[in-house]
């Protein structure tokens, strides 16, 4: 199945939650009724309620009442569109290959997130695109609570055939990271991926080790990270944005990869982090292949949203 069709399906929930109600407004214009069911139907969708507030004060500015020239697509529709692809396209970077290949060497990605997100699948799938665009990836296995994920990790590396630099359980997660550092300058590698263990955002302790592992890679690479990744889980609709928040405050989030997109009701959700966080969403998955994880792209994402079925 082609990406555009994997998307269109991971969304199907999150457009029938919107496309219903919106059908039955067509023709009826932005009038006090039209609106307070669409704003319903939009905080429904995990859009956002900031979010939905600043597109309903477009929506009453630029949406005309229904009369005789109403045109076929209505404008209730077209206006919304361009609205939710404005707030997306504040949010969206570039490919992240093309970041890493114009970027230092090695091009050091932080990958962070709360406890089962999808990091460490997330970051081989990353892995194996390096090498397909002619990167040499290195991946780091600074998840050293489990011995599992670093066990995970060294599989995925043996997989896709990169390297892996790891420490035994319970080391300390900058000591890997200083020696993933060491060998990726030492081997010439170009990326490198660094998963982390899952930890709740809410949590001072954990958020003080990553702030730890920055100082340490800022200290042996100058300009490191240059990619701070937080990984979200689409599923949980409004906690994903209090996630982003709170990561950004404590280690300045760079960019975003939105997770588990396939099926779920709260794809909205990137429309109010893309906007009231100001992160660029880089990735989005909808599935388990390594082709399942494909760049965000806005107008893409917002057809797929509002398209008929």
């Known amino acids: 199945m082609a990406w555009l069709q994997r998307l269109s399906a991971g969304l199907a929930k999150t457009r029938d939650a919107i496309r219903a109600p919106l059908d039955r407004l067509i023709g009826r214009g932005a ?9 319903a139907t939009l905080i429904a969708a995990d859009i956002g309620v900031r979010t939905v507030g600043r597109l309903l004060d477009r929506l009453r500015q630029e949406t005309p009442r229904p009369g005789p020239t109403t045109s076929a697509e209505p404008q ?58 002619g990167l040499k990836p290195l991946l780091v296995a600074a998840d050293t609570f489990r011995a599992a994920a670093i066990e995970q990790l060294a599989v995925w590396a043996d997989r896709i055939g990169v390297e892996v630099i790891r420490l035994q359980q319970g080391a300390d997660p900058s000591a890997v990271v200083f020696d993933g550092v060491a060998a990726a300058r ?30 340490v890679l800022a200290r042996e690479l100058p300009g490191a990270p240059h990619e701070v990744l937080l990984v979200l889980d689409a599923t949980v609709g409004q906690n994903a944005l209090s996630q982003a928040r709170q990561f950004h405050d404590a ?12 099926g779920t009701a709260r794809g909205g959700i990137v429309v109010a ?36 079925a």
């Open 31 to 39: 009038d006090p009724e039209v609106l307070e069911e669409l704003e």
């Open 76 to 133: 209730l529709l077209r206006v919304l569109k361009e609205t939710i692809l404005h707030a997306l396209g504040t949010g969206q970077g570039e490919p992240i290959e093309r970041m890493a290949a114009r970027g230092p060497r090695p091009y050091v990605i932080l990958v962070i997130g709360v406890n089962g997100v999808g990091k460490t699948t997330m970051i081989a799938k990353l892995a194996q695109r390096f090498r397909q665009n």
């Open 251 to 262: 280690v300045g989030v760079t960019g975003l990869a939105l997770m588990k997109l396939d």
């Open 186 to 215: 030492a081997r010439g590698m170009d990326v490198v991926l660094i998963d982390t263990a899952g930890r709740l955002h809410t949590k001072t302790n954990l958020m003080d080790e990553l702030r730890k592992i920055k100082r």
């Open 273 to 308: 982090i893309a906007e009231e966080v100001k992160i660029p969403v880089r990735l989005v998955g909808v599935g388990e292949t390594a082709d399942d994880l494909q760049d965000f792209d806005a107008r893409e994402f917002v057809d797929a949203m509002f398209a008929r």
